[in-house]
């Protein structure tokens, strides 16, 4: 399908496949202009119980670590955990975890679950693999 991501390409793909159980956007979400509407994509798209993976460049490690070649013009915006969280849960996705992962000097790896209204249980849980403090990762 070759067309940008976003609610009207969701609800064509639900019309003609029906939900998803997962939706991946792994080095993709950074280059998004409007990530709102993408994740109301996200959130159109995603069966009950199903999950959205978010694999993007850190924005916390890029400033601790100096790796200035993550800085380039198809970036529309350089990403933290807090505000990833925000805006998806905003749509009504929980978070499940996140993973500190070594791809592009230092990413993060997000995992959502699109939860119905009222469900409970859900866990939160943070992952450290990398030699950067949780600290520095949860920032901004």
Known sequence: LAKFWNEETAREILAQHGQAQIITACNVFAHTP???????GVKTLLAPGGAFVIEAPSLPVMLHDGTWDLVYAEHASFLSTRPIERLVRQHGLRL?????????????????????????????????????????????
Not at 122 to 139: A, K
């Open 34 to 40: 409007d990530l709102a509407g993408f994740v109301k």
């Open 96 to 140: 499940e975890s996140v993973d500190d992962i070594p791809i592009h000097g230092g990413s993060l790896r997000g995992r959502w679950e699109n939860r119905l209204r009222g469900s409970d249980g859900w866990s939160f849980t943070r992952n450290w693999t990398g030699s950067v403090s949780p600290s520095i990762m949860s920032g901004a």
